[in-house]
Structure formats: C-alpha cells, structure tokens
C-alpha cells in the first residue's frame, strides 16, 4: 500500500459496519476517546457542511420523455420558480448533474437509455420520480411500459399526480433536500482512494502536503 | 354521398368485391386478396376517384369478437390470455386489414378492406403505390403481425427487436412483460407485474432467444 493515496469520504449508508478510527487494542482508551471524539466532530461539522452545499446546488439532468414535462417546465419558470431552493440549473449532461428528474412515462424500449443515463452520473447522485407514471407505471398496465422507474433504477423521491402540481414538485424537492442534508459522511482508515499514477515529482508534494484527515489518521 | 365509390368499384371489378357497407358517408368495401393491389392502384388513379391520400392502414383481430366480448376474468391473471379461447368459437378469417383512403380534390374517403385467415396471414404490400404504406404496414406487421409480401424492409417498427410476439393480437397475454434490462420484481398488487414468474418470466436479457441476434454489450 503505498503511501500518498488519501483516504475517502463515503456516505454512511454505502459502508455497513466502519470500522471506527484507532480500532488498535494497544490503544490508550483516552487517546482514542479523544480522537473518536475530533473525528466525530469533524464528520458531523463536515456532513453538515457538504450536506448544505449539496442540497442548495442541485444540478438537475431532466430526462422527460412525457406530458409531465408540462408541470416540469412550470416548475421551472417564474410563477413557480424551482430556483429559490437552488435547483435551477439543468445539465443536459449526466455526466454533470447530480438529481436524476424522470419525468414521464418510461418505456421498455427506454429503459436501456435510462440506466445508462444514470450510470454515467457522478456520485453522489440522486433521482426523483416525476409523476405517477415514473413512480408507479400508472394507469399504463401494458406490454409497453415499465412499472416504475424503480424497477430498473433506484429512486430517492416519488412525486405523485399525473401530472403532478408545480406545489408538489416543490414539496419532493424539499423532502429530497432534507435526505441530502441529513446524511452522514464518515472517515474511513481502511479504505483508500483508488490509485492514481503520478509521476514522482507529483508523489513527493503530495507527501509533503498531505490533507488534515490523512495526518490525523496517520495516513 | 359517396355510395358512388362503391358503385364504381363493383362495376370495375365485379369478381372482387366481396362485400360493401355505407353508412352516413362511412363507406367500405371488402375485396379480395388478390385483387388488392389492382383496386387500389385504380383508386389511386382514376381522375374519378382520385384516392391520392392513404391515411391510415389498420390491422384488426376479431379473434372471438363476434360471439361475445369478455375482459374482467382475464385480467385478473397473468397468463390466461385476453380472451377465454376456450369456451369461445373463433371467428375465420381473423383478421383483417383496413386501408383508409381520401381524396384531397374531391373531399371523398373510401376504406378498402382485406379479411385474412389466421393459417395464412399474408396481403401484398402496396409501396408502389403510396410510399407511405412504407411505416404503416412496418406498423400492422408489428402489432399483428401481418407479412406484407413485396415490402422492402419489413421489421418492427415500434416495438424493439428483441420483442417477441405481436401485442396487439387478442391472444397475447395482457400481463405479459418482456423486460429488455433486468428489473426489480415487486410483490404489488397495485403496480402492474413485473417480470416474476408469472409476469415475463426470467428477465429477457438473461435467457431469451430474442437476444441472439443483438450485441449484449449495448445493453445493461
């Protein structure tokens, strides 16, 4: 294990059962108390501050393939105004965007094209059912249609109606942003980010300046 | 109005028609097979009739529609087809395909009729004539279908290719569900079915035959 890789940052929900800093037997009680304690501190002040940034700057990939794009489109203009809780900017790149907006009917001819969508979204990334027909399959019940986006993809919010009201639309964002800001982030020893090949020069500042959290783990 | 059409018809082709109906300018003739192409072709033509606009080709499938029309019973399962086919005599022929015509200078429609049997579902194809039989009859082939002969690129139009089946025949399974990436199964009874046991069965991408012939790797 070579020695300049950091350590990373995950949502709680994707580790079960960290192992929690100083896990040494060795250990004196008292300095691992303490340094539970900083680290705990630091996670929770960190999450706090990521989960903020996060849920104030949603950037939003609209993947509207029905009528919902109606109420989708007056949820973004002005009367309604999607902007005041900072998810005012679509990115017609996934590759950029970190809420997933499925608005309308999914087919299974599209069903490919929304995985593969999803998967090229960066973590973390979150998805919203826009409608009844994205929850739930809706009134469609046929050889066609995909019973809710939830069968090929995970979904984080459902917003019912069909099409759902601007107000609603605003309520899902708001329950999605709670999510986003009640996460936890938790600092992990064992797992490392993934190897990048640096040439030796790189290897040395990195070295030299390494981050708060890699000389507080001792990394 | 236009019974006219109809009369036209029967006098040029008097062996093909093989039967005709008018109802409040709702005017159809049923001919034959074989004659198809030819009667259209002079409906197309003809400065009388002038039918340069194909509006619509339609596939139908009576299946058993004549005797009775069922549906609650055989919705509530997964796998008993649309129709209780059982009980029900079948109608011959099954199906037939519904030529919607109109003329732009005269402001007259006439729609021509093939009835088909379900052990020989074949009607030549009229692309010569329209070029928009083209994706109309790509699209009856597809929910029914129907082999268009002389088409020049017969395949499935809406559906994707690996679909297997024609869903708008009366003796698909109403429930059934061909997944193309493989899906969560729900137990609910709200939604629709998934691809559990009952519903497609094993997702498609896994083991169907439909796949054969497609690069997995665009997939999943």
């Not at chain 1, 501190?41 to 009528?67: H, M």
């Not at chain 2, 519903?199 to 796949?211: F, I, L």
Request: hydrophobic share 35%; aromatic share 10%; net charge positive.
């Amino acid at each position: 294990m070579s020695d300049h890789r950091l350590p990373v940052l995950k949502p709680e929900g994707n580790v079960p059962e960290s192992p929690r800093i100083g896990g040494d037997e060795n250990t004196i009680p008292v300095l691992a108390t303490r340094l539970e304690e900083s680290i705990g501190f630091f996670e929770k002040n960190l999450s706090d501050a990521l989960g903020w940034a996060r849920k104030n700057s949603i950037f939003q990939y609209p993947f509207v393939t029905a009528c919902c794009g109606m109420e989708y489109m007056s949820a973004m203009a002005g009367r309604y105004d999607i902007a005041r809780f900072g998810a005012e900017f679509p990115r017609f790149s996934p590759r950029q965007a970190d809420l997933l907006m499925i608005v309308g009917t999914i087919n299974v001819k599209q069903t490919p094209v929304l995985k593969r969508v999803y998967d090229q979204m960066t973590e973390p990334k979150w998805v919203m059912a826009f409608g009844v027909c994205a929850s739930s399959g809706g009134f469609y019940d046929n050889y066609a249609t995909v019973q809710g986006a939830d069968r090929v993809i995970p979904v984080d919010v459902y917003v019912p109606g069909c099409p759902p009201r601007p107000e609603q639309v605003l309520d899902g964002l708001k329950i999605l942003q709670d999510k986003i800001q009640n996460q936890r982030h938790r600092a992990m020893s064992k797992e490392v980010a993934p190897d990048v090949r640096l040439d030796v020069a790189a290897q040395r500042r990195l070295q030299k300046n390494r981050s708060f959290l890699g000389k507080l783990l001792g990394k | 109005m236009s019974q006219a059409l109809i009369d036209l018809v029967r006098e040029k082709f008097p062996e093909a028609v093989v039967s005709s109906h008018s109802h409040r300018g709702d005017e159809v003739v049923t001919v034959k097979r074989e004659n198809l192409v030819e009667v259209i072709g002079f409906l197309r033509n003809d400065p009388q009739t002038d039918l340069k606009l194909l509006r619509q080709i339609a596939g139908v499938d009576l299946l058993t529609y004549k005797t009775e029309m069922t549906g609650g019973a055989a919705l509530a399962s997964i796998e008993a087809p649309a129709y209780e086919m059982q009980r029900k005599p079948r109608v011959e022929p099954r199906y037939y395909v519904s030529y919607n015509l109109y003329s732009i200078t005269k402001h007259h429609s006439l729609r021509v009729r093939v009835e088909l049997r379900s052990d020989d579902v074949k009607v030549p194809s009229i692309t010569s004539l329209y070029r928009t039989a083209d994706w109309w009859e790509r699209y009856v082939y597809d929910m029914f279908g129907v082999e268009f002969t002389g088409h020049p690129n017969l395949t499935r139009i809406l559906m994707y290719p690996e679909f297997q089946g024609f869903p708008l025949r009366k003796d698909y399974p109403v429930r059934k569900r061909q997944p193309l990436v493989p899906e969560l199964d729900f137990p609910d009874l709200v939604r629709g079915p998934g691809p559990g046991p009952g519903g497609a069965g094993v997702p498609m991408s896994q083991t169907h035959v439909g796949r054969q012939n497609v690069d997995p790797s665009t997939y999943d």
